[in-house]
């Protein structure tokens, strides 16, 4: 894992299955400032997906990375705006 950037704030949804992920990291981002940076810890595969969608539909965000660790899926976020 590249970890060249500094996280922010960790958010644990692992055991929340679609939507519960995205719209727990949505209300997480808007409560950080430009500039954060939010690891999720999900287990539910389909955040690789729902995230990485909502990201790039999303002005304001940038997804930096995702990692399959095990059956715990990691996604980075960083607040851009």
């Known amino acids: 894992m590249n970890e060249a950037f500094d996280i ?3 958010l644990d949804v692992k055991g929340a299955s679609c939507p519960m992920p995205v719209v727990k990291t949505k209300n997480a981002i808007d409560n950080l400032a430009e500039g954060s940076v939010l690891e999720v810890l999900a287990t539910d595969s389909g955040s690789m997906s729902d ?4 990201a790039e539909g999303t002005t ?4 930096l990375e995702q990692v399959e660790d095990g059956n715990v899926y990691k ?7």
Do not use: F, N, Q, S
Request: glycine share 12%; proline share 0%; aromatic share 12%.
């Open 8 to 10: 922010t704030e960790t």
């Open 51 to 54: 995230i990485e969608g909502w």
């Open 60 to 63: 304001g965000v940038e997804l």
């Open 75 to 81: 996604h980075y976020v960083e607040k851009t705006a």
